[in-house]
Antibody, heavy 119, light 107 residues
Framework: QIQLVQSGPELKKPGESVKISCKAS????????MHWVKQAPGKGLKWMGW????????TYADDFKGRFVFSLEASASTANLQISNLKNEDTATYFC????????????WGQGVMVTVSS | DIQMTQSPASLSASLGETISIECRAS??????LAWYQQKSGKSPQLLIY???RLQDGVPSRFSGSGSGTQYSLKISGMQPEDEGDYFC?????????FGGGTKLELK
């Protein structure tokens, strides 16, 4: 069955970096783009951007340009999100999600990774 | 960006009650609208896509309707397991944008 399995929770200090992984299984990884979504505690969902799993090209939403990097380990069917120079406002759960190209919706989501930034 | 205005922000329903949640888009999204349920500490689960198509495995008490800029999710007969947060998502134009969410509780 189709699954997106993300790495575990992270506790970091301001200024540090974090790398989150999202391993896909049950389908051909390069057939579907991988998107990233942020959910701050008690808040709604915010789209961060996506990575073309065939070419590796990332696209970032305006609020996520600079400190955020999407990457792939295509041989391992894994997408990664790295956040550098962490700030308190990066405290959130980060989801990866697969996009269906017909009607453009996310049909499968990872379980989410809680990143806590605290000194 | 397309703005998605979701209402109400919170809702309390009795067992068996029928409820509706609305999403209004700032422009025509041509039925590229999905609904999700999210339980506390979990990832969103797809309920409806293409405005009115029920995802496999989702109970038939959930239904979606709408067109143009106005869309709604209906739950026909509230069940205890329906408690949670509900979000709409438009995929008509990049970037994809979410509604602000509706917290649904059992009265």
């Amino acid at each position: 069955q189709i699954q997106l399995v993300q790495s575990g929770p992270e506790l970091k200090k301001p200024g540090e970096s974090v790398k989150i992984s999202c391993k896909a299984s049950g389908y051909t990884f390069t057939d579907y783009a991988m998107h990233w979504v942020k959910q701050a505690p008690g808040k709604g969902l915010k789209w961060m951007g996506w990575i073309n799993t065939y070419t590796g090209k990332p696209t970032y939403a305006d609020d996520f340009k600079g400190r955020f990097v999407f990457s792939l380990e295509a041989s391992a069917s894994t997408a990664n999100l790295q956040i550098s120079n962490l700030k308190n406002e990066d405290t959130a759960t980060y989801f990866c999600a697969r996009l269906r190209r017909v009607f453009y919706y996310f049909d499968y989501w990872g379980q989410g990774v809680m990143v806590t930034v605290s000194s | 960006d397309i703005q998605m205005t979701q209402s109400p922000a919170s809702l309390s329903a009795s067992l068996g009650e029928t409820i509706s949640i609305e999403c209004r888009a700032s422009e025509d999204i041509y039925s590229n609208l999905a609904w999700y349920q999210q339980k506390s500490g979990k990832s969103p689960q797809l309920l409806i896509y293409a405005a009115n198509r029920l995802q496999d495995g989702v109970p038939s008490r959930f239904s979606g309707s709408g067109s143009g800029t106005q869309y709604s999710l209906k739950i026909s007969g509230m069940q205890p397991e329906d408690e949670g947060d509900y979000f709409c998502l438009q995929g008509s134009k990049f970037p994809p944008t979410f509604g602000g969410g509706t917290k649904l509780e059992l009265k």
